[in-house]
């Protein structure tokens, strides 16, 4: 299904990529951000890939202490940046297009022995959830110093992920294979699931872009899980997809029947459900949906029982370790130090888009 592909070599392991996002909801972005892992001297890095060329360019490049961990936009011209070293910052476009540390939070997680990673970040206007291996969710503001709150033991170990479900609804997963979904207006977390008995680590969560009570959940195991939120006493379906941890889990943005995770097994697959999708004209984000948009496909009888079509993208001799979509084109950064631009993944389905 995916169009040509273009490999590029950038001499560092990337761990996170991340595009900017467009000025409007169908809108188009060329520009995307990176960051890398496991080296002396790691950094976070724009990137641009021009009308007439595949090959993506560096624009601007900082050095970062400690490994990237996270990216997360909260507005289109700035970000949060998670470190290994327990830190928080915000970077900003500039108007000349580069890059500027506007602020950073240090020892947002930590343990009495010493900093702890920061392995999960969240945006909910200007609400930033951070979760860590020191088991704490923090809230930070972008305008603000100090921490809004910091919740200690919310997961009683190792917190992996974390998700905005609603404005005040933090989902976290934990290494033991524990969600627990936390209103902020409380004190106490309204629900606590169980991801497997097995006690098998949730490693990343993703949430529909539309339809928030429907989240995906990447297994350490390699399983692909969907739940519905109105009804967490189980997983509404549980997928084999990988053969090691699932790194990343992706839904589209605008034409969320298409979903796509990476892995450490160096996979990063398609998954499509539109065969599944009924036509539908419910209202998107003030706009007509695309054919089949509804959450209801993911929710279906017909995906429950596997009825979906599946592609590898790409293989990698090294984990793939995120992936993030856009329109046609798709981005992955990987272990082999490099990055990866997929275009044309869904120009069918986007060229039949009805407005």
């Known amino acids: 299904m995916a169009g040509g592909s273009v490999r590029r070599y950038v001499g560092q392991k990337v761990n996170v990529v991340r595009w900017k996002p467009p000025q409007t ?16 001297e790691n950094s976070v890095g724009v990137w641009h890939i021009p009308d007439s060329e595949d090959d ?3 624009v601007s490049n900082l050095p970062h202490q400690g490994d990237v961990t996270d990216i997360q936009y909260v507005t289109r011209d700035s970000f949060m940046v998670g470190s290994s070293l327990g830190a928080v910052s915000l970077y900003r476009h500039t108007t000349e297009g580069q890059l500027e540390v506007a602020s950073s939070w240090d020892r947002v997680h930590f343990f009495t022995t010493g900093r702890a990673r920061c392995t999960s970040l969240a945006c909910s206007g200007d609400q930033i959830a951070s979760v860590g291996e020191d088991g704490k ?66 490693c990343h969560l993703a949430g529909h872009p539309t339809q928030q009570h429907l989240v995906a959940a990447g297994g350490e195991d390699g399983t692909l899980a969907l739940w519905d939120m109105r009804n967490t006493g189980h997983p509404f379906t549980i997928i084999a997809a990988h053969s090691g941890p699932i ?29 599944s999708a009924r036509a539908s004209h419910t209202s998107y984000k003030g706009a007509q949906e695309l054919p089949g948009g509804s959450v209801t496909v993911w929710l279906s009888s017909e995906v429950s029982r596997g009825a979906t079509d599946t592609a590898c993208i790409l293989q990698s001799p090294l984990p793939i370790n995120s992936v993030d979509v856009e329109g046609t084109t798709l981005i992955a950064g990987s272990d082999n130090e490099a990055i990866y631009v997929v275009h044309q993944v869904l120009k069918k389905r986007l060229e039949d888009m009805v407005y």
């Open 25 to 40: 909801h169908f809108g188009e972005t060329d520009t995307f951000v990176a960051g890398t892992w496991d080296d002396v």
């Open 137 to 202: 969710l923090v809230i930070l503001n972008p305008n603000q110093r100090k921490p809004v709150r910091v919740l200690e033991g919310v997961g009683g170990c190792s917190l992996y992920a974390v998700l905005f479900v609603r404005t005040h609804e933090v989902l976290m997963s934990s290494m033991q294979g524990h969600l627990k979904l936390w209103d902020l207006r409380a004190s106490q977390p309204a629900k606590g699931l169980l991801f497997s008995p097995d006690q098998v680590a949730v």
């Open 56 to 58: 993506p360019t560096p």
């Open 247 to 275: 790194c990343k889990v992706q839904f589209h943005p605008v034409s969320p029947e298409h979903l796509f995770t990476c892995g450490l097994d160096g996979q990063l697959l398609h998954w499509d459900a539109s065969a």
